[in-house]
């Protein structure tokens, strides 16, 4: 038997504290609280505007 269940999180984005992110060019390591971004040499790591995320993207060859 195997059941399921899900629960809305109680936890909203806008009661996330913001986050501080700078551009990075590879090869870099991010170290952020609860995981590490490797961005590879010919790739850069830039933050979305809105919700801070990396956005990696590969240099044009």
Known sequence: ?????????????GDLP???RTS??????IAEADC?????????ADPHPVTSA???TRAAV
């Open 24 to 29: 990075v060019v590879g090869p870099a390591v």
């Open 1 to 13: 038997v195997r059941a399921t269940r899900r629960v809305a999180s109680p936890v909203q984005v």
């Open 36 to 44: 590490t971004i490797w961005v590879p040499d010919g790739w850069r």
């Open 54 to 56: 990396f956005v990696l």
């Open 18 to 20: 913001p986050v501080e």
